[in-house]
């Protein structure tokens, strides 16, 4: 039995419970993808034999909230990354899982008390002046309890729930295993790549039950905003923290959820809100990274001159290549660029087999047409993102996981205002960001510095060539690489054959390079691609040659016997 069928083996029970659960709700067809595992053997014979007759009347998106809440904390937070997520969900969908709260039961008396003294190895006497046992917060895998130091700085201790990481980790090797069963056994589930969005939430649920990486999140932002005063981000005390325990320094000021309330702080309403959102586009586009949940409740406000920022479990990040692609876009949509915009959708998304590019294409433009004719300024960046969304939920793509959030983190941007009874127009602000990303990319030092680095590249490439060659002969003389092929072909039919192959293998693969512009890239044009078109157009010039200078058996034969009548 391999390692799939043992960990779907043993969750068994489970599964069980995920279909009666998904049935009872009126899913049949998520059902049916689970119970595709009964026929290994992995579920038993009873499921729920009708949906709930009280929940017909609810849409989809409500009946799946209803079960993923009833599945439990690792489901609900699952559901809350699928709402960030409406090109694989729909909006509608998107929008009922926003409202999935994911909060558990603080655990009982004396629990948490005991996990940090074990943690930091020393009674809570010892280590605080003051801690109190009950927590003043409990979320989906941790809660949080105030407490003193010795030199009376007020503190907040966060702590795991007991057993949270054994049942996430329980959890997550089942959704690993039933994403790679489904993707490979379900056709239409697997256009909407099942392994990678589970792998993206595992990688976010891990990170969720190891509280050093908060640590490290709160050190790496302090850091980048070392020289802005105004920006506070709570302080940890690494003596005091563990992945099991968090003590950060604790911040107090009024929230961030009405006009009157932050009017009392002494600042103007619409200067906080420009500067929240600045900072956050100087994490995305100054730092590659930002914040993930800029909702008001993780901000606080000291006072008129200082904005905290709360909660740094969930960062995004932005690699490099990856930030040269969201340039590419923003820069093709603010020339009204269709073609080039398509070009970076298409790189980005990298649309299964079978997908109508002519009419993905059509579908952009008219996106474009809609939402993309006026100045930067004056740009609706929802409608830009909910219409792309949909677009590329129509064409059953998937966008990168690093992006979804991105561009969600900007939709909650664009909204940040509204509970203070104020708008901000996020293009404004993108404005001088669009400004300098257009003048850095055509920084003639910036194009000189990767003309150098793509020569480079290919210095290295023709370097290790001739080694690589001779490492081929190398194993072709030791007999650890061999090709043993013995045809006969009087007529050549099969060099024929191979030649055509390789034609047409050739004249796809570099409409396809070309297409997408695989790098290295010259003058807009993929070196790759203008390679394997030239061997395409070669073995085709060969076989027409062949096919014009051959002659077949019969030809032969025929032209022997002419010559022999002439001889008699």
């Known amino acids: 039995m391999d390692d799939l069928a043992v960990v779907l083996l043993s969750h068994r029970v489970r599964l069980q419970r995920i279909a009666d659960v998904l049935y009872r709700y009126g899913l049949a067809e998520w059902v049916n993808r ?10 038993g014979s009873r499921v729920a034999k009708a949906a709930d007759a009280g929940l017909a009347g609810l849409t989809e998106g409500e009946r799946l909230r209803g079960a993923l809440v009833e599945l439990g904390t690792t489901s609900v937070k699952f559901g809350q990354m699928l709402s960030l997520r409406p090109d694989l969900v ?16 603080a655990d009982s008396p004396g629990v948490a008390q005991s996990r940090v003294e074990s943690e930091l190895k020393a009674p809570t006497a010892d280590v605080f002046a003051a801690f109190d046992p009950e927590p003043f917060a409990s979320g989906s895998v941790a809660q949080v309890h105030h407490a003193r130091l010795p030199d009376s700085t007020e503190v907040v201790v966060k702590v795991l729930h007991a057993g949270a990481e054994g049942v996430v980790r329980d959890d997550l090797d089942l959704m690993t295993a039933l994403a790679e069963f489904l993707q490979n056994r379900d056709e239409e589930i697997a256009l909407y790549r099942p392994v990678a969005l589970v792998a993206e939430f595992v990688t976010m649920m891990r990170s969720a039950i190891d509280l050093s990486q908060e640590r490290s999140n709160l050190e790496r932002f302090a850091a980048n905003f070392a020289d802005e005063p105004d920006v506070v981000i709570p302080v940890a005390f690494p003596a005091l923290s563990t992945p099991r325990v968090l003590t950060m320094r604790l911040l107090t000021g009024s929230a961030f959820t009405d006009r009157a309330s932050v009017e009392a702080t002494g600042w103007d309403v619409d200067t906080l809100v420009r500067r929240a959102t600045n900072i956050y586009l100087e994490m995305i586009f100054r730092d590659g990274l930002y914040h993930a949940d800029p909702h008001p409740g993780n901000f606080l406000i000291p006072d008129g001159e200082h904005l905290a920022i709360l909660d740094f479990g969930d960062v995004g990040r932005l690699s490099a290549p ?20 398509a070009d970076i959708l ?7 087999p079978g997908t109508d590019l002519l009419a993905l294409r059509a579908d952009i433009d008219v996106w474009m047409t809609r939402y993309l004719l006026g100045g930067v300024s004056h740009l609706d960046v929802a409608g830009i993102i909910g219409g792309g969304m949909q677009l590329i939920h129509q064409h059953r793509l998937a966008l ?15 909204g940040l205002g509204q ?8 293009t404004e602000l993108l404005q001088p960001y669009v400004e300098q990303i257009t003048v850095k990319r055509f920084d003639p030092r910036r194009i000189a510095h990767r003309a150098a680095r793509g020569a480079r590249a290919w210095e290295r490439l023709f370097e290790d060539f001739p080694e690589e060659i001779h490492a081929i002969l190398d194993e072709i003389r030791t007999g650890e690489l061999a090709v043993d092929l013995r045809v006969r072909d ?31 890239v010259l003058a807009g044009v993929s070196l790759p691609g203008m390679v394997a078109a030239g061997v395409g157009v070669v073995t085709w010039q060969r076989l027409a040659a062949r096919r014009q200078g051959h002659q077949t058996v019969v030809g032969r034969t025929r032209r022997l016997a002419r010559l022999r009548e002439g001889q008699t």
């Not at 729909?90 to 039961?105: N, T, Y």
């Not at 203070?420 to 996020?426: F, G, K, M, Q, S």
């Open 90 to 105: 729909g909006a509608a969908v998107a929008r009922e899982l926003e409202q999935l709260q994911a909060s558990v039961p």
């Open 419 to 426: 509970g203070v009874a104020t708008e901000v127009r996020l």
């Open 346 to 352: 298409i790189e980005m998304t990298n649309p299964p």
């Open 34 to 43: 689970v119970r595709n595992v009964d026929d290994v053997g992995f579920l």
């Open 490 to 520: 009087v007529d050549g039919a099969v060099d024929r054959l191979v030649d055509g192959l390789i034609a047409a293998a050739s004249i796809l693969a570099s409409a396809q390079l070309i297409g997408r512009r695989s790098g290295p």
């Open 400 to 414: 990168p996981p690093d992006l979804a959030l991105l561009f969600r983190v900007l939709l909650r941007l664009q």
């Open 322 to 341: 990856r930030r040269r692609q969201l340039e590419s876009l923003i820069i093709a949509g603010v020339a009204r660029d269709d073609e080039s915009i």
